[in-house]
């Protein structure tokens, strides 16, 4: 894992406030019905247009928002999920409605 991919990692998992933000925002969008077939039935709203919320937050989160969290379908997560980066717009609005300070920069891992 690069240096990036490493600081982006341990932004997320001390911060989780992107995935519990709005039950709105954890929507299914580009994905290919095989990607989605593969996230578990109990983790999909109703409607299949995106993640099972518990209120704002998403069935997939584990932790506590601002300590430590995790998502427990990480490596088949939602594209949005996937283009949400550390201090972009969507991440620092999220962290502010927890009252966790903003990001100075957006941090993304490499392409590649």
């Not at 600081?7 to 580009?30: E, H």
């Not at 299949?48 to 430590?68: F, N, P, T």
Request: charged residues 25%; proline residues 7%; glycine residues 8%.
């Amino acid at each position: 894992m690069s240096d990036a991919s490493e600081a982006v990692a341990r932004i997320c998992q001390s911060c989780g406030a992107c995935c519990a933000y709005s039950a709105n925002w954890p929507r299914f969008s580009t994905e290919e019905d095989a990607a989605l077939d593969r996230i578990p039935r109990e983790l999909v709203n109703a409607a299949q247009s995106g993640m099972r919320c518990d209120g704002d937050r998403c069935a997939a989160l584990a932790g506590r928002i601002g300590v430590a969290t995790s998502c427990t379908i990480h490596h088949i997560r939602p594209e949005v999920c996937r283009t949400c980066m550390p201090g972009d717009a969507e991440c620092n609005m999220a962290r502010r409605r927890f009252g966790l300070r903003p990001l100075e920069e957006p941090i993304s891992p490499p392409a590649g």
